[in-house]
């Protein structure tokens, strides 16, 4: 943005005014503006508008200065067309000067979603070390289980009471701390889309005034600042498919409650709808993961389960796993209260034996009650999971022309006319 801002240098040559106060107003305010001290150039641009409210260099300035001295919390809802329709009551053409501010509002944008990406993984980071310490402290409380009993000591049950208080304790406050840590990491990547959103109809007006350059040097500046939007959003992309592919690959295509959920609703998991959408605001819904996404829900999904064979199998596969589930949780049930009964310390290893026994009951037969479909979406899935994994966006798949420019949210009316 450095460059575009000493573009204002212009405005020395392109408006004279013969009052020299004001023309001193201005020169102190742009030295001040290309120094960055942006709010004794704001002061300045003030002072020359006290001058002389009618001549458009000082609002013009104002433009340049508010856009760069104005806070990230209160970049969005700066309105410059005030400062422009001031500046085009002189009737001069400001086109170059559209063109720079343009160029300054996309740098902002780029920058704050860049920030909000960097504070989502930064709380991210957070939230992955209180899951560990959840971890830790759950290890603890089963542990303590292994202390104490019927049979055990009076120390033995009491150390064990500790360590079960104490993990449970301590498991319970990390557990606080990692959804904490979700949330505000979830609020963080709403305001980086958010920002997204907003700068839409910025970057598209960027595209409709690129060809109205002739300046060489402001031609390049200003495609300096679109790449940089654009590897904002491709840092933010990144971002998103992650945490799309972390989501796939927890999403239960082997269970057929899930399966039958997706069939009557493929737009059902929210990480899916988010990244579509993201990929909509960017200009990129006909993009190669939103195509593959389309085609494994919408229509691959659809293609196994369409006939009412496959649709009964599908009823029969769910009620077998949840028999399957039923089951295994009961032995497991089974196993955990036996551990209070009279078992000899020779057979103190029965309760454990039992416990890995639902586990292995509760697989087999779950696994077992899969359709065929079920296996073949199954394999289809895990392929096109691992295909969109793979799949990367350059600055080159984003085209700002294709971003759709809506009225309702585009407050840059002055500079698109």
Same mark, same amino acid.
Request: aromatic share 10%; charged share 25%.
């Given at each position: 943005?450095?460059?575009?801002?000493?573009?204002?240098?212009?405005?020395?040559?392109? %408006?004279?005014?013969?009052?020299?106060?004001?023309?001193?107003?201005?020169? @102190?305010?742009?030295?001040?503006?290309?120094?960055?001290?942006?709010?004794? !150039?704001?002061?300045? *641009?003030?002072?020359?508008?006290?001058?002389?409210? @009618? %001549?458009?260099?000082?609002?013009? &300035?104002?433009?340049?200065?508010?856009?760069?001295?104005?806070?990230?919390?209160?970049?969005?809802?700066?309105?410059?067309?005030?400062?422009?329709?001031?500046?085009?009551?002189?009737?001069?053409?400001?086109?170059?000067?559209?063109?720079?501010?343009? &160029?300054?509002?996309?740098?902002?944008?780029?920058?704050?979603?860049?920030?909000?990406?960097?504070?989502?993984?930064?709380?991210?980071?957070?939230?992955?070390?209180?899951?560990?310490?959840?971890?830790?402290?759950?290890?603890?409380?089963?542990?303590?289980?292994?202390?104490?009993?019927?049979?055990?000591?009076?120390?033995?049950?009491?150390?064990?009471?500790?360590? =079960?208080?104490? &993990?449970?304790?301590?498991?319970?406050? !990390?557990? #606080?701390?990692?959804?904490?840590?979700?949330?505000?990491?979830?609020?963080?990547?709403?305001?980086?889309?958010?920002?997204? /959103?907003?700068?839409?109809?910025?970057?598209?007006?960027?595209?409709?005034?690129?060809?109205? =350059?002739?300046?060489?040097? @402001?031609?390049?500046?200003?495609?300096? #600042?679109? +790449?940089?939007?654009?590897?904002?959003?491709?840092? @933010?992309?990144?971002?998103?498919?992650?945490?799309?592919?972390?989501?796939?690959?927890?999403?239960?295509?082997?269970?057929?409650?899930? =399966?039958?959920?997706?069939?009557?609703?493929?737009?059902?998991?929210?990480?899916? &709808?988010? *990244?579509?959408?993201?990929?909509?605001? $960017?200009?990129?819904?006909?993009?190669?993961?939103?195509?593959?996404?389309?085609?494994? *829900?919408?229509?691959?999904?659809?293609?196994? *389960?369409?006939?009412?064979?496959?649709?009964? +199998?599908?009823?029969?596969?769910?009620?077998?796993?949840? $028999?399957?589930?039923?089951?295994?949780?009961?032995?497991?049930?089974?196993?955990?209260?036996?551990?209070? %009964?009279? $078992?000899?310390?020779?057979?103190?290893? $029965?309760?454990?034996?039992? +416990?890995?026994?639902?586990?292995?009951?509760?697989?087999?037969? /779950?696994?077992?009650?899969?359709?065929?479909?079920?296996?073949? %979406?199954?394999?289809? /899935?895990?392929?096109?999971?691992?295909?969109?994994?793979?799949?990367?966006?350059?600055?080159?798949?984003?085209?700002?022309?294709?971003?759709?420019?809506?009225?309702?949210?585009?407050?840059?009316?002055?500079?698109?006319?």
């Amino acid at each position: 943005m450095k460059e575009l801002l000493l573009f204002s240098k212009n405005l020395e040559k392109d %408006f004279v005014n013969e009052n020299k106060d004001y023309q001193s107003k201005i020169d @102190l305010g742009i030295s001040s503006l290309v120094t960055n001290d942006f709010s004794k !150039a704001k002061q300045m *641009f003030d002072s020359a508008i006290e001058l002389d409210s @009618l %001549f458009p260099s000082a609002w013009i &300035g104002k433009a340049f200065s508010e856009i760069a001295f104005v806070s990230d919390d209160d970049f969005n809802s700066l309105e410059i067309d005030e400062y422009l329709n001031r500046a085009l009551k002189s009737k001069e053409d400001l086109t170059k000067y559209k063109v720079a501010l343009a &160029g300054c509002l996309s740098y902002r944008h780029s920058v704050i979603i860049k920030k909000s990406v960097i504070a989502v993984e930064r709380f991210l980071e957070e939230q992955k070390k209180a899951k560990k310490q959840k971890q830790k402290a759950i290890s603890t409380a089963i542990v303590g289980t292994m202390f104490t009993g019927k049979d055990k000591s009076i120390t033995s049950n009491v150390v064990g009471g500790a360590l =079960i208080a104490g &993990g449970a304790a301590s498991a319970m406050s !990390a557990n #606080v701390k990692e959804k904490e840590f979700e949330q505000l990491a979830n609020s963080l990547y709403s305001k980086a889309l958010g920002q997204t /959103y907003l700068s839409a109809p910025i970057l598209y007006l960027c595209g409709t005034l690129i060809d109205k =350059i002739n300046d060489s040097s @402001l031609k390049n500046n200003f495609n300096v #600042v679109i +790449d940089s939007w654009k590897e904002s959003i491709i840092y @933010l992309y990144q971002k998103q498919k992650e945490q799309l592919i972390k989501t796939l690959k927890e999403l239960k295509v082997s269970d057929a409650s899930r =399966i039958e959920s997706l069939l009557e609703n493929p737009s059902s998991v929210q990480e899916i &709808g988010e *990244f579509t959408t993201f990929m909509k605001i $960017i200009g990129l819904s006909n993009h190669e993961v939103c195509k593959e996404l389309d085609n494994l *829900f919408k229509v691959e999904l659809k293609k196994r *389960f369409e006939t009412d064979s496959s649709k009964k +199998d599908l009823e029969k596969a769910k009620k077998k796993q949840n $028999i399957a589930t039923g089951l295994g949780v009961g032995i497991f049930v089974v196993g955990f209260v036996s551990i209070y %009964f009279d $078992i000899s310390k020779e057979n103190e290893w $029965i309760p454990w034996l039992i +416990d890995v026994l639902s586990i292995i009951v509760f697989l087999s037969l /779950y696994n077992s009650a899969k359709s065929s479909e079920m296996k073949d %979406f199954e394999s289809f /899935y895990l392929k096109v999971v691992n295909k969109i994994s793979n799949i990367k966006i350059t600055n080159s798949d984003i085209n700002i022309n294709l971003i759709k420019s809506e009225s309702s949210q585009n407050n840059y009316n002055i500079l698109d006319n």
